[in-house]
């Protein structure tokens, strides 16, 4: 498995596999403790309406998640992975809203 992880992200060794794998641990215990605390200051409840947690989630969570992914990063050493990890990411997340039109137009 950690071959696997090596060759897929295109790092040296198994210590900088390790390492990534705890940035994004690190990362989804702070964004949960984060979203925990964002909750309860701006009144949401499990109670809540489901639309209105998924559009916090969608809005501010999701954002808030890259930017503690990217200071992991930083503090563990590997920002220029993370940062060319969430690049890539957002290029993808970009593609779905390109239409297929404009992708097979010849320019």
């Not at 040296?12 to 925990?36: E, H, M, P, Q």
């Not at 009144?43 to 209105?52: A, M, Q, R, V």
């Not at 969608?58 to 590997?78: E, F, N, S």
């Amino acid at each position: 498995m950690i071959e696997k992880l090596k060759q897929r992200w295109n790092v040296r060794n198994g210590w900088d596999v390790l390492i990534i794998l705890v940035v994004f641990a690190c990362t989804g215990f702070s964004v949960l403790y984060v979203k925990r605390w964002l909750f309860e200051l701006i009144g949401l409840t499990e109670n809540s309406p489901g639309w209105l947690r998924w559009t916090v989630n969608i809005l501010i969570i999701l954002p808030l998640y890259q930017v503690i992914l990217l200071a992991w990063g930083w503090i563990w050493g590997k920002f220029s992975f993370f940062w060319e990890f969430e690049k890539r990411m957002f290029s993808r997340i970009g593609g779905l809203f390109r239409s297929k039109k404009a992708e097979t137009t010849p320019e």
